[in-house]
């Protein structure tokens, strides 16, 4: 299987509630070298369930794109690939890093970390059942003391999988303690296939740190794009030239959040747009005055009328009190809108 060969170095995370079309939209204009959708049960998609077929379809402009599914039944992860290539993505991943407990119940996510043998095997029926590239995202392992990440790099890169992204905390620890990169280093020493380094990336040096500590060959941002897309911007300008992009001005954030408001009410209608920003509408405020009260009262509101006054309100005040700062709107505009 060939290697990744992206244009950009930055890949934006698989975000279940996050990295739905819009979102992946202003990630892409902003640089964002791939693109992964939320993670899709392959039992849904294998019954047709039209909830679960609505996390595929995605706008040419996303390209290049990897649809994520994930399950633990071999011949059911085999049916959904197959399924999948119906939406031709550029990329299929398979998920075997959640922790999250329904998940992990049903032996799926990172749970099948804990049996490479039944892991092999269902990556392997998944990789003979397509004919694009499969990436694969892990855990370091269990928990710390079934750190196996290398062994199933080993693996995979023996089953034909293109990429294996590894978010190098084990499930014990889910969110918590701090990505160790050392095991993402060891997994590039390891394999001769594309490594993406994953986990607390979310500033241009700590990508070029990962990038140096670990020699992976692309880094994957989550947290860090949440509500800050222009990252992938700022992070392939500093490799490039190894300057540091000033943070957009708040009125450059408003307008950026304001065009995701508007691509999200497109693409879900005015109430799922209202639940959906309820998730992910304090990351954009974030840093900004008085944000928190802001998103507190945000979230409470019952309309997109309303939310979209009391975000406006908002915006004025913090508008009214902001200093001005070298960010030219025109710079990001461009990209941006
Ligand atoms: C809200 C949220 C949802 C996530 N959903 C998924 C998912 O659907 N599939 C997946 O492989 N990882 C998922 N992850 C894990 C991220 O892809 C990533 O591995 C993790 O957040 C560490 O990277 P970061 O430090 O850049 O956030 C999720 C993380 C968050 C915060």
Redesign the pocket.
Known sequence: MAKLNLDGKVIL??????TDSPFRRICKKFGAGLVYT??TSSQGIARGSTQTLRYLPYEEEERPIGI?IYGEDTATMESAAVEVMKWKPDVLDM?F??PVKKVIKKGAGSALLKDIVHLEEIVRAVVNAVDIPVTA?IRSGWDDKHVNAVEVAQMFEDAGIAAISV?PRTREQSFKGK?DWSVIKSVKDAVSITVIG?????TPESAKKCFDETGCDYVM????AIGRPWIFAHIEHYLKTGELLEEPDDEVKFDILNNYITLEEKFRGEFGTLNHLKTSISWFLSGMLDSKKASEDLVRVKTMVDFKAKLKEYSEMVLKNEKPSNWQLGDIQEIAL
């Open positions: 995370a698989p975000m279940a509630g996050i939320e993670m994520q998920n890093g959640c995202k978010h990505a994953n986990g607390d990336i979310n941002i989550g947290r860090g």
